[in-house]
């Protein structure tokens, strides 16, 4: 497969990851809008207004989210003078996280290089996330696997394929903290924690890589164990 947009991004091999094909993974995963139901949803009252704000929060939320996965993210942040929209949502949802926030114009264009600062810094996660993802070897399990990246990018796999693409929206907060290449990750198999650690981008020499390596030959251990035990019941029942 090659580096462009394949016709069924179900099928998106681990080893192909590339920003592009996280981005419009994600997309595929993550509504990118709020539904008419949920806004029918809203009564009048105090009621109506709680609502209101939580359905606009989540469709401003989303909309930061669709700018941090965007794999054109490195060019908005030198074109940002005449950047989209979502830039400056992004901007201002930043802003408006720090509890010493003023509503002020110099604030706001004091904050900006620190916001462009924390996008960068997302860039070199995700493709360190990329490069380490590009490395791991096939896993030949029937349940799926999850990999939680820097407690908020989930990537889920089968079979070496990535099936899900989605940011833990109940860790948002944690998307404006200080990023780095050196991430925490955790992989889940059936919600159970089968390991934890730290990787660094460096794919075949990376934790993440070693702890997939480590998945593998658990799985060949228990399938030739399976193996000679099915090999051991007949010659155990034939006495």
Same mark, same amino acid.
């Given at each position: ?5 394949p016709?069924?991004l ?8 590339n920003?592009?094909?996280?981005? !419009?993974?994600?997309? !595929? ?15 009048e ?6 609502k ?11 909309? *930061? ?27 201002l ?7 010493? #926030?003023?509503?002020? *114009?110099?604030? *706001? ?15 070199? *996660? ?21 990999? /939680? #990246?820097? /407690?908020v990018?989930?990537i ?13 929206? +109940?860790?948002?907060?944690?998307l ?7 991430y ?5 198999i ?9 990787? +660094? ?27 000679? /035990? ?10």
């Open positions: 497969m090659n580096n462009g947009t016709n069924n179900e099928q998106v091999l681990s080893k192909d990851l920003r592009e094909m996280l981005y !419009k993974l994600f997309i !595929k995963d993550n509504t990118q809008s709020i539904g008419v139901d949920e806004i029918d949803m809203i009564d009252g105090v009621q109506s207004l709680s209101e704000r939580e359905v606009r929060h989540r469709a401003e939320k989303l909309l *930061f989210l669709n700018l941090l996965m965007d794999y054109d993210l490195e060019n908005q942040i030198e074109r940002r003078k005449n950047a989209k929209y979502d830039y400056m949502t992004g901007l949802l930043y802003i408006a996280s720090n509890p010493r #926030f003023k509503y002020g *114009f110099g604030y *706001f264009k004091d904050n900006i290089q620190s916001f462009d600062k924390i996008l960068s810094q997302w860039c070199t *996660f995700l493709n360190a996330v990329i490069s380490d993802v590009n490395a791991l070897p096939f896993i030949d399990l029937d349940q799926h696997v999850v990999i /939680e #990246f820097g /407690e990018l989930n889920t796999l089968s079979k070496g394929i990535i099936c899900k693409v989605r940011i833990d929206m +109940d860790n948002f907060d944690r404006f903290r200080k990023w780095e290449k050196t925490d990750f955790s992989i889940r059936d919600k159970e924690i089968f390991d934890t650690g730290k990787s +660094d981008g460096s794919g075949l020499q990376s934790d993440l890589y070693k702890a997939f390596s480590k998945l593998n030959q658990l799985i060949t251990t228990l399938s030739l164990k399976r193996q000679l /035990e099915q090999m051991l019941i007949p010659m155990t029942h034939g006495h």
